[in-house]
Structures are given as C-alpha cells and as structure tokens.
C-alpha cells in the first residue's frame, strides 16, 4: 500500500464522517430558528417546547460535529504538509476566518442558547439561535472559500514553487465560489428540514409527539420541498453549468462522456464501462439535454474524456455513480416533500400512518445525497488537490510513512464507528423520550 | 505596513491566540483534571457544569491558533504538525473523547455509562494539557529540522524523540500551571464542597507550578543557553519578569483571603507573563533548529506569508477580535455567580430528563 493512497483513504474517511454532522447542524440550526421566532412572536407554547425538543438534539449533533470538525483544523499540516506548503499564502487565510467570525461565534450562543433560557430575555435568547444558525453558515462560507479555491484557483500565482496571493477578493469569490456555497447550503437546509420530519414521523408512529410532532412534521414537509426545489433549480443547475465551464474534465466524467461530442444525451441512468471500448451500459439518455444544461444549446460540443490527457482526468466510474446517485435522491425529496403537501392540502396528514413510515424511511437519505454530491466534486477534482497546480501525489507529507497512517486510520476508524453508534443510540433515547407535552415547560 | 513589521505582528498575534488558549481552555483542562480526584458522582458531574456553557468557545482559540498558523506561517504549519503526526493524532483522539463526554454523560441514567464519561473527560483533559508543555518545552529545546535542497524545511524526528526529559518536564510544569489555574477558578466558581476544596488545594498546587517554573526555567539555561542572549538587555525581559513574579506572588496572597477571583485573574496574568517570556526568548525564531540553529531554524522571516496574506489577516483579526472578546465577555456576564451540581446537566438542563 502506498502512502498517498493511505492519506486519500484517511482524509476521505475522517472528511466524510464529519460532513455527516455539520448539514444538520446547518440545517436543523435554520428550522430552529424558525420555530423560535414562531414560539418568541406567537407566544404559543407549542413552538417554545418544540425548540426545546429539537434543541437537545442540535447539541448532540453539534457536539458530534465539532468533535470531528478539530481533526480537519489540523490535518492539512499533518498529512498534507507539501500541500500545506504549497498553498499556505491562501488556503490558510479562510480557515483562520472561519475560526473568528465562526468558530466563536456559534459555540459562544450555543452555550447561551442552550443554557442561558431564563437567564436572558427571550429576544436574547432568539437572538442566540440565531447566531448559532449564522455562525454554522459562515462556517460553510469559509470553508468552501478554501474548497472552492482549490477546484477554480485565482488571485494568485507561482513564485519559487508555492502559490503566492495577488488579490485576495479573486481568490475569495472564485469562479465557483458562489454556487457551491448556495447548492451547498441548499442542500444542508433539506438535511435540517428532513431531520425535524423524520423525527416528527418516527414519535407520531410510536404516538409520543403530543401537539409537538404534528406541526413540526409540516414544518419539516413544507420547507423540504422548498429547499429540494431549490437544491435542483437554481443552484444545482447553475453549479453544473459552472462546472462545464471551469471544469471540462469533471464534467465529462460526471456525465459519463467518453468522447466529444456534439448535442451529448443525459444518462439517466447507466453503468459506467471502462471497456474497451469506454462505453455506458444499459444506458437511458435524454438525447442533446447535456450539452442544454450545460451550455444552454442543444448542439453545443461537450468534450468527453478523450479530449484530455489521460494522467489529467478524474477516475469516471466513482464520479459519475456519486453524481447520478445524488441526483436521483434530489428528485426523489421534490416527490416525497410535494406528496406530503398535497396530503396536507387534503387535510390527510394526521392519519397518513404509511406517510410518516415513508418519511422516516426517507429521512436520513439527504444526509447519503450530500455524501455523494461531496465525493463526486472532490473525486472530480482529481488527479489534483489545486485544480491543474499541484497534483494529489505531490500533496502528501514526505516525513508520514504508511505505519504511522495505518495506526492512525485505524485508531480514527475505531472512535468514528464508536461515535456514529453512539451518537444514533442517544439519538433514538432523545426521540423515545419525546418532548415536554403541553403545562409541562417551566 | 512593511514585511517585517507584519512578521513581527503576527508572531505577537500567534503568541496571543496560544495566551488566550492557555489561560481561557487552561482553566478547563484544569477543571477537567480534577474531576478525576473527585469521587463524588454529582460533584464529578459538577465539574461539567460549571464550565458547560463556556468550554466549547474556549477550545476555539486553538484551532483558531491553529488557522492562524496556516495562514501567517505555512512551512511551520507543515513541517511541524507532520513532524509531530503521531502527538497529533493523540491530542486530536483526546480532545474528541473530552469533547463528547459533556454530551453524552448525562443522557443516560446509569453509574457505569456516568464512570464512562467522566474518564473521558478527565484524561481527555488530562493529555492535552500535558501535550501543550511537551510542545513547548520541544520548540524551546529546538526541533530537528534541516534544509533540503531546494531550501525547504525538512524534518527528522521521531515521535520518541519528543518525548525527552526536558520536553517533559515543561510538560508537567504546564500540568502543575492548569492544575493551580483550574482549581482557583472552580474555587470562584463551584458551590459547596467542590468550591472548598478547590481552594484548599490551589495554595498547594501553586507551590508546584512555582518549583517546576523554576526548575524548568534553569533547565532550558542548560539545554538551550541561546534563548537568553541579549535577554539581559531588553527592557521587554524586565517588564515579562516583574509580570510573572508578581502574579505569581499575588496567588497564594490572594487565594489564602478568600479572593479567589482575584487570584484567578492573577493566575491568568502569570501564564500570560510566562508564555510571554518564552516567546520573547525564541524571537524571532519560531521554531529552533536542533540541527543547524543558525540555518535551519524556522524564523518570521524565512517562513511567512505574503504582504498582502499577513495584511489581509491583520485585517480579519482587526475586525473580528474585538466582536469576539465582546460578546465573549457578555456570555461570562450572564452566567456569572456559583454553579451547583447539575444546575446545566441536571434534572431540567439540555438532554435532562
């Protein structure tokens, strides 16, 4: 096994575990904020113990968060030193943004969100949930900032072998920069709004949710359908748009295209087959509609995977599988969220018990959608770590030999596997608990 | 602003983020270490509580530090935090396993899950705070790093070799530090027989602080006698000294009356002071070289960022730091007074049932 392999796997795995926290975080941190401004304005005692419900859970997530979040703060320099080196004038700045307008931030009003009911005025208390929710947001500003960064460099360049910054505000607002940020927040706010639904559904199953549950169940349905809408059109749509256009190679792989072509089709559905001949199997494809989403032409050329060479060229199969999963997930939170708001609309929702199986069924699955969006954007990238600058192999730390990465993988793997269970266990106990039913809030 | 002025400013300004650490995530890891000498199940449980609203933004200022680093001075980000991999890979198992116990502790209702968390807690405070001596008693000692030949940085430790004598008695020194500023600040802080307690044992712990910061002060006379050319002469080196000898002074005085806040605060200035003076000791050295002191050790001068980062930086902590220190000091003013078992985690706190 090889080093740069080892450090791929272990960035991947410890990157990938904490990415599952933060869009609940994110997005759960949001439809807090919306139930307190409701329970602060309305006075309805509902909202103020349905805060209090989910904001037990927001701290088990936040607490799971940052615990793996403090690995990435400081893994750059300990697997990624000829990165860290490389890329330090820039890559830097940002994360040392997120620590202070950030990091701070939310854990500061987390503690006086969490504890500080009672001892505050209600509009402070509002105000602190608020800047949790903002805090996690900048959080995502900056950190994507770096990510984007390293998919469409600017601001910059090449002196004595690093990248040395000329403008900061052109390596900030990078070509991709805005998109990724809004699909990305888009994508976390339908993590948020699925986790309040999918525990909403689970305690109306188990008939524990008192008046809690029901509203917060429509809550959850009505800003899931709005966020999946918007994950899809516009910031999905102007993000694939940004990648045929900064990105050629990460585009032809994450629509299968082997080789150019004009009026490309969109695969639906394929196998990826490496071949010979590179080919997809069993595909069912849209003909022209690749080239439309991402050059707004039915005729435009989209170059395949033989326009490049072949050591510049993401591995397609783990791209194009990632992708496509995402995307069929997408649009299955549009039908399940649109299904709910029609049951709503029938005034059905309370007795739809197959409904709320569905729901929490489904819920987790936004969580597995932004997995794959991740993995076919960073897979994508590759074989860089700074897109057409450095390449991945020459990131690795030299001084990191391979048994001090597999203790480490093995050692992180144990404590992650060891969270993840723990964190589902205190999860479930949290929800069997249910929350405060009505006359019971101090 | 020229180069090297901001170099200058940003090794006082890293300085800061590892003081503000020190004294604002020392005293938790204080706390923390003592939770593990007390047997009591809910004065153990109080130890969480009575830094539960506050500890989660103290630990910010080291990843912060950590950032800032990255940003200001990359090839020590790199070389070192490669260089120390596996002290790393502890430090980051630690702060998880700490992290987590105040979620988790009190959620569910039995003494073995209870006995479980409060372990974490107590060593997860426990290796950082001696990780942090051992870190900074190895950088004062100088770490082995060379030149290669394209003037890199290159390291050529191993993680043993970080664990000597000197290395560790700087590490316990900083113990006996955390240890002293945690028990006078669970003094001002706790109720009941945690408060008393505390304050009986400060006194006492401070006698150790105050031998090892002596002991280790002549030890790095003996390993590293270069930290103290042309200290003598510096006016700065009078003022840091006065500093750290009359805060340390002004601990016992003040914790043996009963004001244990004061003593706190004296206690901070002491950490403060004597960090201080390792920093100065080191300028403009960030990190020494073992191998080659005048041409392999890392300076601000030959591993910084750019003008325009270190500016943009300058900016960024200009802007936001004060914000922080603000609202910081609003949250410490809504919780102020005595915290009492379980007043966070108890029968009504978050995830109470």
Redesign the interface.
């Known amino acids: 096994m090889d080093a740069t392999f080892l450090a791929r796997f272990q960035f991947a795995m410890t990157i990938g575990f904490h990415f599952l926290f933060p869009p609940i975080s994110i997005g759960l941190g949001w439809m807090l904020v919306l139930v307190e401004t409701l329970g602060w304005r309305t006075a309805n005692d509902t909202y103020v113990r349905m805060g209090?419900f989910f904001?037990?859970m927001l701290?088990?997530t936040f607490?799971?968060g940052?615990?793996?979040g403090?690995?990435m703060?400081?893994q750059?320099?300990?697997?990624?030193?000829?990165y860290?080196?490389f890329?330090?004038?820039?890559?830097?700045?940002p994360?040392?943004?997120?620590?202070?307008?950030a990091?701070?931030?939310e854990?500061?009003?987390?503690?006086?969100y969490?504890?500080?009911r009672g001892?505050?005025s209600k509009g402070v208390h509002w105000f602190s949930a608020l800047m949790v929710a903002l805090g996690a947001t900048i959080s995502a500003f900056w950190i994507l900032v770096a990510n984007s960064w390293q998919q469409t460099p600017t601001g910059f360049e090449v002196q004595g072998?690093?990248a040395?910054?000329?403008s900061?505000s052109d390596a900030v607002f990078n070509p991709s920069m805005w998109v990724r940020f809004f699909h990305t927040m888009s994508a976390a706010l339908v993590t948020g709004a699925f986790f309040m639904a999918g525990v909403s559904a689970y305690l109306l199953l188990r008939g524990n949710g008192g008046d809690v549950a029901p509203r917060a169940l429509r809550l959850g349905i009505v800003a899931g359908l709005a966020f999946s809408v918007i994950s899809a059109f516009p910031t999905g749509d102007l993000h694939g748009r940004q990648v045929a256009r900064d990105q050629p190679e990460k585009l032809a792989a994450i629509e299968g295209i082997y080789t150019s072509q004009r009026s490309a089709p969109l695969a639906l559905f394929a196998l990826p087959d490496a071949g010979p001949p590179p080919r997809l199997r069993a595909a069912i494809e849209i003909p022209g509609l690749a080239s439309f989403l991402s050059y707004g032409d039915f005729d435009a050329e989209v170059k395949g995977i033989d326009a490049f060479p072949p050591d510049q060229v993401p591995p397609l199969w783990i791209t194009f599988v990632s992708f496509h999963n995402m995307v069929l997930l997408g649009g299955l939170f549009v039908a399940v969220t649109a299904l709910g708001v029609f049951l709503m609309w029938r005034r059905r929702m309370d007795g739809a018990r197959w409904y709320h199986g569905l729901v929490l069924a489904v819920s987790w699955l936004p969580l597995a959608a932004c997995q794959f969006g991740w993995v076919a954007a960073e897979v994508g990238r590759q074989p860089w770590t700074v897109y057409r600058l450095l390449r991945t192999a020459d990131s690795v730390?030299?001084?990191?030999g391979v048994p001090?990465l597999l203790?480490?993988i093995v050692?992180?793997g144990l404590?992650y596997l060891a969270?993840l269970g723990?964190y589902l266990f205190?999860l479930v106990?949290?929800a069997n608990?249910g929350p405060d039913p009505a006359g019971e809030v101090? | 602003m020229d180069l090297v002025t901001l170099q200058g400013t940003w090794f006082l300004l890293f300085g800061v983020l590892l003081i503000g650490y020190a004294i604002l995530d020392g005293f938790d890891l204080g706390v923390g270490m003592l939770s593990l000498f007390e047997r009591d199940p809910a004065r153990r449980g109080q130890h969480m509580d009575v830094i539960?609203?506050?500890w989660?933004?103290n630990?910010?200022w080291l990843?912060?530090a950590?950032?800032?680093?990255?940003?200001?001075?990359?090839?020590v980000?790199?070389?070192?935090?490669?260089?120390?991999?596996?002290a790393?890979?502890l430090l980051?198992?630690a702060?998880?396993?700490r992290?987590?116990s105040?979620?988790?502790r009190h959620?569910?209702d039995s003494p073995a899950w209870r006995s479980l968390w409060d372990w974490s807690f107590g060593l997860g405070s426990l290796v950082p705070a001696l990780l942090y001596g051992v870190a900074v008693g190895n950088v004062l000692a100088g770490l082995p790093i060379a030149r290669d030949a394209?003037g890199?940085f290159?390291?050529q430790g191993s993680f043993l070799g970080l664990l000597n004598p000197y290395a560790l008695l700087v590490g316990v020194t900083g113990l006996a530090m955390f240890l002293t500023h945690g028990a006078l600040y669970l003094a001002f802080k706790a109720d009941g027989v945690v408060a008393e307690r505390s304050g009986r044992l400060a006194p006492r712990l401070w006698i150790a602080w105050v031998a090892l910061w002596v002991l280790a002060t002549m030890a790095s006379v003996l390993v590293s006698p270069w930290l103290f050319a042309g200290m003598l002469g510096n006016p700065l080196f009078y003022l840091l000294l006065a500093l750290a000898l009359a805060s340390m002074v002004a601990i016992p005085v003040w914790s043996r009356s009963g004001g244990h806040g004061k003593a706190f605060l004296a206690s901070s200035t002491a950490i403060a002071a004597q960090t201080g003076l390792a920093g100065l000791s080191l300028f403009p050295r960030l990190v020494p070289s073992s191998i080659d002191l005048e041409g392999a050790s890392m300076t601000i001068h030959n591993a910084s960022?750019?003008v325009?980062?270190l500016t943009?930086?300058l900016v960024?902590?200009g802007v936001?730091?004060p914000i922080?220190i603000g609202?910081?000091a609003f949250?410490y003013r809504?919780?102020k007074g005595r915290i009492s078992p379980g007043q966070?985690y108890g029968a009504?706190?978050?995830?109470g049932?």
């Open positions: 209090r904001a037990k701290a088990l607490a799971v940052v615990a793996t403090i690995v703060e400081f750059f320099g300990t697997n990624w030193a000829r860290s080196t890329v330090g004038d820039i890559f830097g700045a994360l040392a943004a997120e620590g202070v307008f990091f701070f931030l854990s500061g009003f987390l503690g006086l969490l504890f500080g001892r505050v072998g690093r040395v910054l000329t900061f730390s030299v001084t990191v001090e203790f480490s050692l992180f404590i969270l723990l205190l106990r949290e608990h101090a | 539960a609203p506050v989660d933004g630990e910010v990843l912060t950590g950032g800032a680093l990255f940003a200001a001075f990359p090839p980000y790199a070389t070192v935090f490669s260089g120390f991999y596996l790393f890979m980051l198992a702060l998880i396993f992290a987590v105040f979620e988790f959620k569910v394209s890199g290159l390291w960022s750019s325009r980062t943009v930086m960024i902590a936001g730091m922080v609202y910081t949250i809504v919780f966070f009504h706190g978050p995830g049932h």
